[in-house]
């Protein structure tokens, strides 16, 4: 089969296309044709070799991907070969043709929904869900600001907030982002691009996908008691704790790799759940040929985000 593969960590030019041999299910296991494999900011922290915890080189990145399964191992109950699934992590990488997968890491993807877009479940949703839900206990009514609305988590996010009935804002830096924004359920889209776009916003919660840029100004427009859900950094940050102080307020962070065994299944009940009444939609932004994952590693850091991107081998 074809794969990508890094053998050292660096630049997007690392990953290589190369063909490699059909991994084989052991018991409990099984094997996913990959029809299309999600790209997140995660790959990219993977492969550059700044992540926390680092895999053995050589390696396969990806966690995000949907397909069929090819090949059942010794014990395999719950999926048949043919089963339409999507991926929530694997044992040997997504950006490949086929992905070896433990039964807990695949989950049943519905008609309605394409490959291409269950490709963009696991981390976007599972991500916004365990932010909205399981951090920040937002509640009906409430106030909830998504900073970078249009991409794959804020997709995520907005169509949450949407179903729990939240007053929602989103963030976008153009004008087709904002309009997709508005689209996939926020009552406002602001242009954070706007110096001014920050006056008079009062926020229950605020997802927070650029903590560097944004967390000492997020902390000024919290409601008394209000939730900073810190999703993504790319550097250190100055705050003014009285901020907090004056309002009661809390700064929640995290990494979905850190969510346990319970909240992950309660996490899949409800993006089971969505896709089921359609209240959970994933945009597909832009699909690539699986060679071109450098590029798509470019594209997915860059402004502008719009929907998920994807390669499909």
């Not at 409990?28 to 299309?36: E, I, P, S, Y």
């Not at 991500?127 to 009514?141: C, D, I, K, V, W």
């Not at 009552?187 to 776009?197: E, G, N, T």
Request: aromatic share 4%; with cysteine.
């Amino acid at each position: 089969m074809r794969a990508i593969r890094v053998h050292a960590f660096g630049a997007p030019d690392v990953m290589k296309i190369e063909d490699v041999p059909d991994p084989k299910p052991g018991p409990g296991q099984l094997v996913v044709r990959v029809k299309a494999a999600g790209v997140n900011p995660s790959d990219t922290y993977t492969r550059s070799g700044i992540a926390p915890v680092k895999p053995a080189l050589p390696y396969t990145p990806g966690s995000d991907g949907a397909g069929v399964v090819e090949s059942i191992g010794e014990g395999v109950t719950n999926v048949a070969v043919g089963d339409r699934v999507y991926l929530a992590r694997s044992l040997s990488g997504t950006y490949a043709e086929l992905a070896l997968a433990q039964t807990s890491q695949v989950h049943a993807l519905p008609d309605r929904t394409s490959f291409a877009q269950g490709a963009g479940l696991y981390v976007p949703y599972a991500t916004a869900y365990r932010a909205l839900h399981q951090l920040a206990h937002a509640r009906s009514g409430e106030t909830v600001l998504v900073h970078g609305a249009s991409g794959g988590v804020g997709i995520a996010a907005l169509q949450f907030a949407r179903a729990m009935n939240l007053r929602v804002i989103g963030t976008a830096g153009t004008e087709a982002g904002r309009e997709l924004v508005k689209r996939e359920g926020a009552d406002v889209a602001l242009d954070h691009h706007d110096p001014k776009y920050r006056e008079g916003l009062v926020c229950d919660v605020i997802l927070e996908m650029l903590a560097n840029v944004n967390l000492g100004h997020d902390l000024k427009m919290l409601a008394p008691r209000g939730r900073v859900v810190v999703i993504g950094s790319r550097g250190d940050v100055t705050i003014t704790p009285r901020d907090l102080m004056a309002r009661d307020g809390s700064i929640h962070a995290m990494l979905l790799w850190n969510i346990s065994p319970e909240d992950e299944r309660d996490a899949h009940a409800a993006i089971a759940s969505g896709l089921e009444n359609g209240t959970l939609r994933p945009v597909v932004g832009k699909e690539m040929p699986l060679a071109d994952a450098p590029k798509a590693h470019e594209a997915v850091l860059a402004p502008g985000a719009f929907g998920k991107i994807v390669l499909v081998p």
